[in-house]
């Protein structure tokens, strides 16, 4: 366990639906990272904080995704009109300024049927 | 041996042989380095990490090598066991503090 938490942790959903996913990272983090991953590849970044920052939402997949961080702590991603292609496993991260080690939570796999 | 399968080139191991998995990774500028583990159904794990200032950094039953002239990096695991049966993952993290960037992964398969 590395002290970053996802809920949920398996979400089923019909297409055209939206869903949204949390993450608590660890406490004294002050960056946070969305990824996303498919079956048979590695981890592809979508977004990242420092506190409640975004600092860069540029790979975001397309404007159905967002994301928020408002306070600083816990951050939520949010998909709208889920399609099949939507179907991964979305992972968060966290980490702190000037060291590059990421603490990943388990993940939230998304099923769009 | 070694065997590139659908998805992710696949290593297999006789418990306790020693492992070799390696990663070419793409950014020059990249300064800092990272192998992770990650098993079935669960996020990535980390190993071990390097900085570009180092050639060899060495952890617990597992050591890492970087060699910028041909921007390579290997991760060496020492007496394998079935608990590292995993994929594993190489990241690199541009100059500054820009997002991980993860490579295709190897999967570690250990032979009982």
């Known amino acids: 366990d590395t002290g970053v938490s996802q809920d949920p942790r398996h979400k089923i959903t019909k297409r055209g639906q939206n869903v949204t996913f949390r993450c608590d990272p660890i406490?004294?983090?002050?960056?946070l990272y969305w990824y996303r991953q498919t079956l048979g590849q590695g981890p592809e970044f979508l977004t990242y904080?420092?506190?409640?920052?975004?600092?860069?939402k540029s790979r975001l997949l397309s404007d159905r995704f967002s994301a928020e961080r408002p306070k600083g702590s816990f951050s939520t991603l949010e998909i709208q009109r889920t399609e099949q292609g939507d179907s991964a496993m979305y992972l968060c991260?966290?980490?702190?300024?000037?060291?590059?080690?990421?603490?990943f939570g388990e993940g939230s796999r998304l099923t769009v049927l | 041996g070694e065997s590139v399968g659908l998805h992710l080139p696949t290593l297999s191991v006789q418990e306790g042989d020693n492992s070799i998995i390696n990663c070419a990774y793409s950014?020059?500028?990249?300064?800092?380095f990272i192998w992770y583990k990650q098993e079935s159904g669960k996020g990535p794990q980390f190993i071990i990490d390097?900085?570009?200032?180092?050639d060899k950094r060495q952890g617990q039953r597992v050591t890492v090598l970087l060699n910028k002239t041909v921007k390579h990096l290997s991760l060496q695991i020492a007496a394998t066991q079935p608990g590292d049966s995993a994929v594993y993952f190489c990241?690199?993290?541009?100059?500054?503090?820009?997002?991980?960037?993860f490579g295709k992964g190897t999967r570690l398969s250990v032979i009982a």
């Open positions: 991260a966290s980490g702190r300024d000037n060291t590059g080690e990421l603490f």
């Open positions: 406490s004294e983090h002050n960056r």
């Open positions: 904080f420092q506190n409640e920052a975004q600092l860069e």
């Open positions: 950014n020059s500028a990249s300064d800092y």
């Open positions: 390097i900085r570009s200032n180092m």
């Open positions: 990241a690199e993290n541009g100059a500054g503090n820009t997002p991980l960037v």
